[in-house]
């Protein structure tokens, strides 16, 4: 089972000519439970559920501060819940290697940054030019697994590593985008 629902609030203001600022506020609330059929698969576990409830919001401005040129900033936050497929499945992603669930994972939540320019020359060409970062906390990635207390186990005729969804620390992400390009027509 799996229910969510969510409330959303946005906000756009205009202070002066050129420059926009934008808001916004969401709230989730999310539930996810799963019964599992021990008839193929020695589960240690029949049953799990995961609920949470998160604020999320985000804050840009937009500023065309000469002739084509413009400024825009973001700041963001958000928030993933661990969802059916990722604390219930099994299956073998390649041989010698199974995937079993993991029913103790908890939501991922992420703050997004990024500060940008770009400059379009009305009708004929556009460059841009950003640089961002992401930081999230309760990562939800794959990693080497203990199943009934072993790093491996039989299945599908061959002897297989365990690996499971898991919650690493944390993840950083940064970069640089750029481009340009020109209208032909």
């Known amino acids: 089972d799996w229910n ?19 808001s916004g506020l969401r709230f989730n609330q999310n539930k996810s439970s799963a019964e599992f059929d ?24 937009a500023y065309q501060f000469a002739t084509g040129w413009q400024l825009n900033a973001l700041v963001s936050s958000g928030f993933r819940m661990p969802n059916i497929d990722d604390i219930g499945k099994v299956f073998e992603s390649a ?6 669930p993991n029913p103790n994972l908890r939501p991922e939540y992420v703050w997004n940054g990024e500060l940008g320019i770009q400059y379009k020359q009305e009708n004929n060409w556009e460059m841009y030019f950003t640089l961002f970062g992401t930081r ?8 080497p697994f203990q199943f009934l207390g072993s790093d491996s186990l039989f299945f599908d005729g061959r002897m297989s590593s365990v690996e499971a969804i898991q919650n690493v620390a944390s993840a950083t992400v940064w970069g640089i985008q750029a481009g340009w390009g020109i209208h032909l027509l």
Do not use: H
């Open 4 to 22: 969510s629902w969510g409330a959303y609030a946005s906000y756009r203001y205009r202070p002066k000519a050129g420059m926009t600022i934008t």
């Open 38 to 61: 021990r008839t193929f698969f020695a589960f240690p576990f029949s049953n799990t559920s995961i609920q949470a409830g998160n604020f999320t919001g985000n804050l840009g401005m």
């Open 95 to 100: 041989p010698g290697l199974v995937v079993v």
């Open 136 to 143: 999230m906390n309760n990562a939800l990635t794959r990693r």
